[in-house]
């Protein structure tokens, strides 16, 4: 007998719209990742403005704690706690960017704005996300 997610059925213009957005996050963060992980000088020069440690071991660990919570939203049976430590990870981005008074739409909503491609490429991919937040018409 089938489950209540089972019977929910993603189209195919769904399921490549949620591959596509969830692909690019996942290449951005991986990038991201990979850059605090090295770290390049731009990544100990940034923290430093933003008031966070500048040390290379502090951009090794935020390095390793984005890509190991992009790889576990990349793989589908681990993808939805990807996405709660991902969005975490974005809100403290978020504090982050208020504390010190960034602009709003290019900085402080930059992770809001990643939360929403993170969920948003798993709703569209993943019938059991659809059943636990359902959208009414």
């Known amino acids: ?22 692909g690019l996050v996942i290449l ?5 990742g990979t850059m605090k992980l090295i770290p390049l000088k731009i990544v100990i020069d940034t923290a430093a403005q ?12 935020l390095g390793v704690l984005t890509l190991v919570s ?6 589908p049976r681990t993808s939805v706690l990807g996405a709660i430590l991902l969005t975490a990870y974005m809100g403290g981005a978020i504090e982050t960017h208020l504390r010190i008074e960034n602009p709003l739409f290019t900085h402080i909503l930059f992770g ?12 569209l991919r ?3 996300v659809r059943a636990l937040i359902p959208l009414r018409r």
């Not at 992009?70 to 793989?75: D, G, K, P, R, S």
């Open 28 to 32: 951005f963060l991986l990038f991201d």
């Open 1 to 22: 007998m089938k489950s209540h997610f089972e019977n929910r059925e993603v189209s195919k213009g769904a399921l490549w719209c949620g591959r596509i957005l969830s």
């Open 126 to 128: 993943d019938p059991k």
């Open 70 to 75: 992009t790889i576990l939203y990349a793989i």
């Open 112 to 123: 809001v704005y990643l939360g929403l491609m993170i969920w948003g490429g798993l709703y």
């Open 50 to 61: 933003i008031g966070i440690p500048a040390t290379i071991d502090f951009a090794r660990l």
